[in-house]
C-alpha cells in the first residue's frame, strides 16, 4: 500500500469531534496540503497528538484503541484507497507507533515490577554468515528507491515485458475490435443481416471459427456468380409445415352387424295385446298416451272420457314391459350414432390447399372430388342402416328382415392415405428448401468472411501478432528465470538470518542505544532465559538492570529513554521491513532534560532518518526545543500544527513564527499579544485562561536579560511598569493566578477576562515603549505586519 496522504475526516474520536482535512490543512491560498515523507507536528499538552497516534496505531494493532465510543475516521493513501475505522482488522499497512499505548504494551514492569518486557530477536554476530549475507545481498541489490543488482534487472526484464506485452496487447486488441465489429456491428455486422446469412445470434467467437472453417478448406470459397444464384434461392418463401388431417373413425361392420341384430331381433309376446301386435301405428300410440297418462296422473282416459280401471293398467304394463323399452332405447342409441358418423362424414376432409405449394394443388382438386363422391356412397349406405332402424323403431314389436348394405369406407380411408402422402412431400419440399436456403446462408456467410479477412490484411496481422507474442514470452522466460533467482537468494538469506536469530542480540541493541547516545553505562537491558530449553528453544525475557542489580525503581526520565531505545532498536526486529514501514512517534521527550532531548534527536536522525529506515515518519512533540532540532531533519517534510479550540482540537498548517523562530520565547509573546489584540470566545479562551502562567514565564526571560543582576522579581517589575498598580496586578496574575498562591480557593475563582486583557495590553505596550525596534521584530516574527498593529 501507498503513504498516507491525509486523515480526510475525524469524529468523536477523542477530543477530535467533527475535523475536516480539506477545510484546515491549507496553505495561504486555500490550496489543501498532504502529508510527506517526513512530518514534523506541534502541539501543546491535551490537544490531541496522542489521540492522532492512536488512530494510526489501531492499523498496527487490528482494532480500534477501547473506550472511545463510536469513532469515525477517513485516511486517504497515495494511491487512491480509503481506510476507514472499519477497515482496521484487513488492512495490509505495515505500521509502527511509539506513544503511551507502546509503553503500557511492552513495558508492564513499570507497573508491576514482576513483569518482564517482551523479547525480541535481531540478527546475531558471526563473521562468517555475516560475509555470506552481505554478498548475497550485494547480488541482490535494493529495490529502493533506487534499484540495484538483481533488483534492477528484474526491473529491467519486467519493464521488457510490459513493453512487449504492451506491443502483444496492442496488436490483438486491434484485430479484435475489428473482428468484433464485423461480427456484430449493426451497419456492416454480419448478426444484423441474418436474412441474408442465417444467423441472428451470431457473434466474434463463430466469426472466428468462420475464419478457421475457410483456413482449412478453400473449397468453401465460392465464385461471386455462385453467389449471385444463393441470394436468389434465399429469397424463396417457405410454406409452415402443413399438420395431418384428423381422421374418421367408422367401423362400419360394426355398425351394420349391430343394425342387423336389433332390426331382427325378436320380442316375447306372452301378455301382449293382440291388436296392438298387430297395428304397429296403434301400438305407438298406446304407448305414447300411456306416457302422457302416467305423466299427469290421470284416471280417465283423455280421448274416451271414460275411467281406466286397474286391470286395464296391469295389461297395459305387461304389454310394454322392460325387455320392449330396453329394446327401444338400444334402437335410439344406434340411430344417433349413425347420424353422428354421418355428420363426421360430412365435416370431414376440410382441405386448404393454399397451405401447399401450388405444384400440389391440382392432386388436391382431385382429392376433394374423389372425397365428394365416395363420402355421398358412404352416406348413401349409412342412410339405408338408418331407415331399417327407424322402421323397427316404429315397429317395436315384430322384427324386421334385414337388408343388406354395402361398405364403401374402404374407399374412404385410401384418400385419406393419398393425402398424408401429399402432405408428407409438401413438407419435405419445405424441409429441404430451408436445408437450402440454410446452406446457402451458411456459403455466403463464409464468403463474406472471406472477402472481410482479404480487406483487412487478416494473415498478416495474425503473423505479426504471433510473433509479438513469442517476444512477450521470451521477454517472459528471462523475468521469471531472474524473479526465481531473487526469490532463491532472498530465501538463502532469510534462512541465514534464521541461523543469526538472536534476542540477546535484540538487548544489545538497547544498550547499544543507552550507551552510545545518552550515556547511561549504570542502565542496562538484559535477556534473560527462563527455565530449560525446549524444542521452541530458549525461553527468553528482558529485565532491567542498573549496575547488576534489578532496577526496580526508575524515574520517568529513564523509563521514556529505555522505552524509546527498545522502541529504535525494535525496528530491526526479524520479520520487519523498517524501508517499508510506516513509524509514527508521539512526543518522545516527555520529562527528558535538554541534553536528552538533543540525544532523542541524535538517535531519530542518525537510526531513522539518515539510514532511510522508514517509508514515511511522523513525530509529534509540545517541546519547543526538540521542535527546533526536528526543524534540521531530512528533505520533503511537511509542518503541522495541532491547536486545541474549547472542546475540539483541529489541525492546521504550521504557523510561520513556530516554523522559523522556533522559541518558547516567541510563542509566549504571541500569546500575550492574542490576549491583549482578540476579544474571549469560546474559540480562544483557554489563551485567557492560561495568561497566568505564560505571563510569567515570558517575564522570567524578557527581564531576566533586560535587567541582568541579582535583584528580585518585584524590583524588576517595578523597572519594567514604572508604575506602583500595574506592579500589584502583574504579581497578582503571574504568581496567584499560575501558581495558585495564597490557598487552593483561588483556584475555585472565576477569571475576569477584561482584568487579563488589560494587563496583556500594558505588558505588549511596554514592550514597544522599552524598544520599538526589539518590539516590531517580535510582531514579524508571529506573522504581524508593522502596520498591522
Known amino acids: 500500500m501507498g503513504k498516507i496522504k491525509k486523515i480526510k475526516f475525524i469524529k468523536n474520536f477523542g477530543i477530535f469531534k467533527d475535523f475536516d482535512w480539506d477545510s484546515n490543512v491549507t496553505d495561504k491560498h486555500g490550496n489543501t496540503l498532504c502529508f510527506k ?12 497528538k496522542t489521540t492522532l497516534s492512536r488512530i494510526i496505531q489501531s492499523f498496527e494493532n487490528k482494532e480500534l484503541p477501547s473506550k472511545f465510543g463510536k469513532p469515525e475516521f477517513e485516511i486517504e493513501l497515495e494511491d487512491g484507497t480509503i481506510l476507514t475505522q472499519d477497515d482496521v482488522s484487513e488492512s495490509s499497512l505495515s505500521i509502527r507507533v511509539f506513544n503511551e499505548d507502546f509503553i503500557s504494551k511492552y513495558f508492564r514492569f513499570f507497573v508491576d515490577p514482576d513483569e518482564a518486557i517482551e523479547p525480541f530477536a535481531v540478527l546475531g554476530e558471526n563473521v562468517f554468515i555475516e560475509k555470506e549475507i552481505r554478498e548475497l545481498e550485494e547480488k541482490l541489490g535494493k529495490e529502493e528507491p533506487e534499484a540495484t543488482g538483481l533488483y534492477k534487472e528484474l526491473k529491467e526484464k519486467e519493464n521488457a515485458v510490459n513493453k512487449k506485452k504492451t506491443s502483444y496487447n496492442s496488436a490483438s486488441e486491434k484485430l479484435e475490435k475489428q473482428l468484433q465489429k464485423k461480427a456484430i456491428d449493426r451497419e456492416i455486422g454480419i448478426k444484423y443481416h441474418a436474412d441474408k446469412f442465417g444467423d441472428q445470434n451470431y457473434n466474434i467467437t463463430k466469426l472466428k471459427n468462420d475464419i478457421k472453417k475457410i483456413k482449412e478448406n478453400h473449397s468453401l470459397i465460392i465464385s461471386e456468380d455462385e453467389k449471385r444464384k444463393l441470394e436468389e434461392l434465399i429469397k424463396e418463401e417457405s410454406k409452415d409445415e402443413i399438420q395431418p388431417l384428423k381422421t374418421m373413425d367408422i367401423d362400419f361392420n360394426s355398425l351394420k352387424s349391430k343394425v342387423k341384430s336389433l332390426v331382427e331381433k325378436k320380442v316375447l309376446k306372452t301378455e301382449k295385446i293382440e291388436e296392438l301386435v298387430k297395428n304397429a301405428m296403434l301400438n305407438k300410440w298406446v304407448q305414447e298416451g300411456k306416457k302422457l297418462h302416467e305423466e299427469y296422473t290421470l284416471k280417465v282416459c283423455a280421448f274416451c272420457g271414460n275411467p281406466i ?179 532463491e537468494i532472498k530465501k538463502q538469506i532469510e534462512a541465514k538470518k534464521r541461523m543469526m536469530k538472536n534476542e540477546e542480540e535484540g538487548a544489545r541493541k538497547v544498550n547499544q542505544y543507552l550507551n552510545n547516545h545518552f550515556g547511561h553505562p549504570y542502565l542496562s537491558l538484559r535477556a534473560i532465559q527462563e527455565g530449560e530449553e525446549s524444542t521452541r528453544g530458549k525461553q527468553i525475557k528482558f529485565k532491567v538492570f542498573r549496575g547488576d542489580e534489578v532496577a526496580y525503581n526508575l524515574s520517568k526520565g529513564e523509563r521514556n529513554l529505555l522505552a524509546f531505545c527498545y522502541f529504535i532498536a525494535k525496528l530491526g526486529e526479524i520479520g520487519i521491513a523498517p524501508e517499508q514501514t510506516i513509524i509514527w512517534i508521539d512526543d518522545p521527550v516527555s520529562s527528558l532534560d535538554s541534553n536528552h532531548i538533543f540525544f532523542i534527536y541524535s538517535l531519530l536522525e542518525s537510526e531513522i532518518v539518515k539510514k532511510r529506515n522508514y517509508k514515511q515518519l511522523f513525530i509529534t512533540t509540545h517541546n519547543l526545543m526538540f521542535l527546533k532540532y526536528l526543524l534540521r531533519l531530512g528533505e520533503d517534510k511537511i509542518y503541522l500544527f495541532i491547536e486545541r479550540k474549547g472542546k475540539t482540537s483541529l489541525i492546521n498548517k504550521m504557523p510561520k513564527y513556530l516554523k522559523e523562530y522556533v522559541t518558547e520565547f516567541i510563542y509566549l509573546f504571541e500569546q500575550i499579544y492574542r490576549c491583549a489584540r482578540e476579544e474571549q470566545t469560546d474559540d480562544n479562551y483557554y489563551i485567557f485562561y492560561n495568561f497566568g502562567n505564560n505571563a510569567r514565564k515570558f517575564l522570567e526571560i524578557y527581564l531576566f536579560y533586560k535587567y541582568p543582576g541579582i535583584i528580585s522579581d518585584e524590583e524588576k517589575y517595578k523597572k519594567f511598569f514604572r508604575e506602583e498598580i500595574p506592579v500589584y496586578i502583574a504579581n497578582r496574575l503571574t504568581n496567584e493566578m499560575s501558581h495558585l498562591a495564597g490557598g487552593l480557593e483561588r483556584g475555585e475563582q472565576p477569571i475576569y477576562f477584561e482584568e487579563i486583557k488589560k494587563e496583556a495590553q500594558k505588558i505588549v505596550d511596554r514592550i514597544e515603549e522599552l524598544d520599538s525596534e526589539q518590539y516590531n521584530s517580535l510582531l514579524r516574527s508571529i506573522g504581524v505586519a508593522d502596520n498591522d498593529h
Open 309 to 487: 280401471s286397474r286391470e286395464r293398467w296391469l295389461e297395459l304394463e305387461r304389454h310394454f314391459d322392460e325387455e320392449t323399452k330396453k329394446l327401444e332405447k338400444e334402437i335410439q342409441k344406434l340411430i344417433d350414432l349413425i347420424e353422428g358418423k354421418i355428420e363426421e362424414i360430412k365435416d370431414g376432409f376440410k382441405v386448404n390447399k393454399s397451405i401447399f405449394y401450388s405444384k400440389f394443388h391440382a392432386e388436391i382438386d382431385i382429392l376433394i372430388g374423389e372425397y365428394k363422391g365416395k363420402s355421398e356412397l358412404v352416406i348413401k349406405e349409412l342412410e339405408k342402416l338408418k331407415r331399417q332402424v327407424e322402421a323397427r323403431k316404429k315397429d317395436i314389436i315384430n322384427e324386421k328382415q334385414f337388408e343388406d348394405v354395402e361398405d364403401h369406407t374402404e374407399q374412404l380411408k385410401e384418400i385419406y392415405d393419398k393425402y398424408e402422402k401429399i402432405r408428407q412431400e409438401s413438407n419435405n419440399y419445405t424441409n429441404n428448401l430451408q436445408k437450402e436456403q440454410a446452406a446457402a446462408k451458411e456459403k455466403l456467410r463464409l464468403k463474406e468472411a472471406y472477402d472481410f479477412i482479404k480487406t483487412i490484411d487478416y494473415d498478416s496481422k495474425i503473423e505479426e501478432i504471433n510473433a509479438l507474442k513469442q517476444e512477450k514470452e521470451r521477454a517472459s522466460d528471462e523475468y521469471e528465470k531472474i524473479k526465481k533467482e531473487v526469490e
Open 37 to 48: 515523507n517526513i512530518n514534523i507536528i506541534y502541539g501543546r499538552n491535551y490537544s490531541g
